[in-house]
T-cell receptor, first 109, second 108 residues
Framework: GQNIDQPTEMTATEGAIVQINCTYQTSGFNGLFWYQQHAGEAPTFLSYNVLDGLEEKGRFSSFLSRSKGYSYLLLKELQMKDSASYLC??????????FGTGTRLTVIP | DVKVTQSSRYLVKRTGEKVFLECVQDMDHENMFWYRQDPGLGLRLIYFSYDVKMKEKGDIPEGYSVSREKKERFSLILESASTNQTSMYLCAAGSFAFFGQGTRLTVV
């Protein structure tokens, strides 16, 4: 079976750092994806990890541990525009994605 | 990046109507996907396609069909729309699933 768990909601302060965790159980693992989705808009691709370790891209970083079935998205120097839902998705063996239900992040002043 | 365009941003259809949702991508990518997104359920895969005239069922194909006659176009068809198909429909293309802007469909 396939399952992805991530917190439903998080709140953080502008300028701070926030870590959004994701645990997954999927068959035919082919990578872990993170997307950002603002309310009423489509998801936009943020990052992709296929090997263990940390991938850094500007203010956003993503980490993967395949042995633990665990990933996190790290957002630094939070800005108000970072308020959005963050979707964790695991790539299946058929090269399609299985999504979690997303974490709604609210950034407060 | 792949650019993905969906034909409509908002649609209102009546129960029993046949509905076509069109999606076009501009990067000649083999993979295309149709998802629906509902509150509390996340994105669920309806159908996907790896090539022209090729289609595979996703997790929730019931009540839907698809067509891929050209590589750049992937259409989702609701043969007889029902109120439980009211949802946000998202088309995606490419290995990293670049999404179109979404179609919010309301069936009344």
């Amino acid at each position: 079976g396939q399952n992805i768990d991530q917190p439903t909601e998080m709140t953080a302060t502008e300028g701070a750092i926030v870590q959004i965790n994701c645990t997954y159980q999927t068959s035919g693992f082919n990578g872990l994806f993170w997307y950002q989705q603002h309310a009423g808009e489509a998801p936009t691709f943020l990052s992709y990890n296929v090997l263990d370790g940390l991938e850094e891209k500007g203010r956003f970083s993503s980490f993967l541990s395949r042995s633990k079935g665990y990933s996190y998205l790290l957002l630094k120097e939070l800005q108000m525009k970072d308020s959005a839902s963050y979707l964790c998705a695991s790539g299946g063996g058929a090269n399609n994605l299985f999504f979690g239900t997303g974490t709604r992040l609210t950034v407060i002043p | 990046d792949v650019k993905v365009t969906q034909s409509s941003r908002y649609l209102v259809k009546r129960t029993g109507e046949k509905v076509f949702l069109e999606c076009v991508q501009d990067m000649d990518h083999e993979n295309m996907f149709w998802y629906r997104q509902d509150p509390g359920l996340g994105l669920r895969l309806i159908y996907f396609s790896y090539d022209v005239k090729m289609k595979e069922k996703g997790d929730i194909p019931e009540g839907y069909s698809v067509s891929r006659e050209k590589k750049e176009r992937f259409s989702l068809i609701l043969e007889s729309a029902s109120t439980n198909q009211t949802s946000m429909y998202l088309c995606a293309a490419g290995s990293f699933a670049f999404f179109g802007q979404g179609t919010r469909l309301t069936v009344v």
